[in-house]
């Protein structure tokens, strides 16, 4: 018997266009197409039927992955609106898909908002919500959440969730709460996971435990490319940048992949060492392995060059750079401000506008010091009322640069306006006030507005009381000088530097307390170097103390200095004391080191040119006309009572001693700013010796019979001549 066929059942209505829409929106989150995901999402809600809830959940995830990935919080909620018309919202799989979702476009509350309406919550669901708040700075709450897992629905943490919350562990620096995760980790066998271990080693080295970082490194069985990059990085970061360059090294040495993050880590370690060869070596690895088009390598590597003081070499790559950063331009620009190329700071700025790059605070932050550094008032204003239309006046980074700008271009008083005017006063604020004070010999206004920052409640640092020594040194401010010494570390638990000693070595040696000066630098707990010695050989100078000049010298020998200005020193503290033999002694030596004594020059800057001028220079195009205005100086001040100081030249006669005198640098740079100047205009002059006893008495007679204010930028500090007297009242 033959039986007759059934009839095959028809399919669910609108089945096969789900199915359709479904293929879709796989396909269109594959290629990331998100518009296109979407229709398919949209059009397979509207056409599938109550029933296929099943696919819906299975799929739509995809989308919000994507979601997700784009940060785009407008189509996250439009699926969010999608689901909860079809009632899905509350499934496990689809609140923690928008739960994560919503964190990672930077809602943490509607994430958080999601989870709690979850009936129930897996681990999967804590994790996403741990992920989050980690994810957006809240460390707080996401450590919080990894203890309530556990209490509140028994949830075991897994590898995901300490390598979630490990990254706020390390935001909120807190290094108890890593040792308890790295505890669990050991406890539940998660540590031989290598993303957990690395997580828990990036986490110390964050919260400054570097070497228990490398305890846990040197444990780990398995280690990737990722492993060692945050450990070399861990060291750069930690100021260990030995440590990260060796470590590298070894990287390489055994095979590991380099990546951007080791040669940025390694970079950073060179330059901060100094070490020049081995970063060559490091810009070739990185051009071999491709990194050369990568830009921020490329900045760090600018920047590298220029702390190892190869500026040329950092142009080079600067200038071969196809696509330029502000980054790039702000790295070549403090280069040059740190390497003392101010003009070519300055001209790359200019560039930098020309290229059509707008400049940010820490451009500004960067070109500022090289203006302060040229000492020209009208740049100063130019960039100051720039910074003012970019809106960044008040940032308080660069109005402190404002503030330090206008005190080395001799203008205290405007420094004071703007430090009056801040709205926010960082302690590097009143650090650059108080120094900019003290440069000036204004040392009892310094030490008041020292005292006012302490009455503020702001703490002083290491910076602030060697600004207010150093004031105190110009001032002859003794006991204030020692009193602050003193409270450094007993009232703030501040370790004085070799700067800090070597600023109260000057301090007593300019008071002519020699022997106290001495005395301390025995004293010291630290080994004194250079700058302490060369502090007492400058004192025994100035006091004509041969037999401590000649201990300070020999110290100061014995340390090897790379100028011959020590030499200089002590070979002029003989002649003063008329000890040819030792005079000879002295140059001799000099010329068997190959050491040379540093060429005294002047500067003057007019209608955006600077000129130089060195000791009896005659190359300047004016030179016929500055001598004659010189010569009729001399003359219109020894009719006021100027008298030639000829104790600091030796070997020729009296006459020639005089010649040689006035034709000192300053003198024709005083000259020739009277020449091109109107009566009347504030000549500013920049020097870089400290000015000799001569020049100083002559320049003080100069603005009195000119009735001409100068002021005098030497190596140590500002002198503002006016009407025959001079602000530093011959202390300097």
């Not at 709450?141 to 209490?151: G, H, S, T």
């Not at 809106?391 to 420094?415: E, F, N, P, S, W």
């Not at 006016?722 to 602000?727: E, W």
């Amino acid at each position: 018997m033959l039986c007759s066929a059934s009839p095959l059942p028809s399919p669910p209505a609108g089945g096969t266009a789900a199915s359709d829409h479904h293929a879709r929106l796989r396909a269109a989150a594959a290629r990331s197409d998100l518009p296109g995901a979407l229709a398919a999402f949209v059009a397979m809600s509207s056409s599938a039927p109550a029933s296929a809830a099943g696919p819906v959940l299975r799929t739509f995830t995809s989308l919000l992955k994507l979601c997700a990935a784009r940060s785009d919080l407008a189509t996250g909620r439009t699926v969010h609106a999608q689901l909860a018309t079809r009632g899905l919202v509350a499934e496990a799989l689809a609140a923690t898909a928008l739960a994560n979702m919503y964190a990672k476009c930077r809602r943490p509350g509607d994430a958080r908002r999601v989870f709690d309406r979850m009936p129930v919550r897996d681990r999967v669901a804590w994790n996403a919500l741990v992920a989050g708040y980690a994810r957006n700075g809240l460390a707080g709450a996401a450590m919080e959440m990894v203890v309530r897992m556990q209490e509140e629905d028994g949830e075991r943490p897994d590898s995901v969730t300490l390598v979630s919350v490990l990254p706020a562990c390390a935001d909120a620096q807190a290094l108890g709460a890593c040792r308890e995760v790295h505890a669990f980790a050991v406890r539940g066998g998660f540590d031989e996971f290598v993303n957990v271990s690395t997580a828990i080693l990036d986490v110390y080295c964050k919260c400054g435990a570097v070497e228990v970082a490398r305890a846990v490194f040197n444990q780990m069985p398995v280690k990737n490319s990722v492993s060692w990059n945050a450990m070399i990085k861990g060291y750069a970061e930690n100021g260990n940048s030995t440590e990260a360059l060796a470590l590298f090294k070894r990287m390489v040495g055994e095979g590991v992949e380099v990546t951007d993050v080791s040669i940025l880590a390694a970079l950073h370690a060179c330059g901060e060492l100094g070490f020049l060869d081995e970063g060559r070596r490091v810009h070739e690895l990185l051009v071999r392995i491709g990194l050369d088009s990568n830009v921020s390598v490329m900045n760090a590597l600018i920047t590298m060059y220029c702390k190892c003081k190869r500026t040329d070499l950092a142009a080079q790559v600067f200038d071969e750079l196809r696509y330029k950063t502000r980054i790039s331009w702000n790295s070549m620009i403090l280069g040059c401000t740190q390497n003392g190329r101010s003009d070519d700071a300055v001209r790359l700025f200019s560039r930098m506008q020309l290229e059509n790059v707008k400049p940010d605070s820490f451009t500004l932050v960067s070109v500022i010091p090289a203006l302060a550094d040229i000492s020209d008032p009208l740049q100063a204003r130019w960039i100051h009322g720039y910074s003012i239309r970019l809106h960044l006046d008040q940032d308080v980074y660069v109005l402190t640069a404002l503030i330090d700008m206008y005190a080395k271009c001799g203008r205290v008083g405007i420094a004071r306006n703007l430090f009056n005017s801040a709205r926010e006063r960082h302690v590097i604020t009143w650090n650059a006030m108080i120094h900019g004070y003290g440069s000036h010999g204004f040392g009892k206004v310094a030490v008041e507005l020292f005292e006012e920052m302490k009455s503020t409640g702001r703490v002083p640092n290491e910076t602030t009381f060697l600004s207010v020594l150093s004031a105190c040194s110009h001032a002859g401010l003794v006991d204030e000088g020692r009193k602050y010494f003193s409270s450094m570390k007993e009232d703030y638990g501040l370790e004085p530097g070799m700067e800090h000693y070597g600023t109260i070595v000057d301090l007593l040696g300019r008071a002519g307390k020699l022997d106290e000066a001495w005395s301390f630098i025995q004293k010291m707990p630290i080994d004194p170097g250079i700058s302490v010695y060369g502090a007492m050989l400058g004192a025994c100078k100035l006091h004509k103390n041969v037999e401590l000049a000649e201990e300070s010298a020999n110290r100061i020998f014995e340390l090897g200095p790379e100028e011959g200005v020590y030499h200089v020193l002590l070979a002029n503290i003989y002649a003063n004391a008329s000890m040819w033999k030792d005079v000879a002694r002295v140059r001799t030596a000099m010329e068997k080191k190959g050491l040379q004594k540093s060429p005294g020059w002047s500067i003057v800057q007019l209608k955006n040119e600077i000129h130089t001028f060195y000791s009896g220079s005659t190359n300047h195009q004016q030179a016929k006309d500055i001598y004659a205005r010189l010569a009729k100086l001399i003359d219109e001040i020894k009719a006021v009572g100027y008298v030639p100081d000829t104790d600091s030249i030796h070997d020729v006669e009296d006459d020639v001693k005089a010649q040689l005198l006035n034709t000192h640098s300053e003198k024709l740079a005083i000259a020739y700013g009277l020449i091109r100047t109107a009566p009347g205009t504030t000549i500013q002059i920049k020097k870089n010796l400290r000015v000799c006893n001569d020049c100083h008495n002559a320049t003080k007679l100069i603005s009195l019979v000119t009735g001409r204010e100068i002021i005098m930028r030497d190596i140590q500090r500002f002198h503002h001549f006016k009407d025959g007297k001079c602000s530093c009242g011959d202390y300097w």
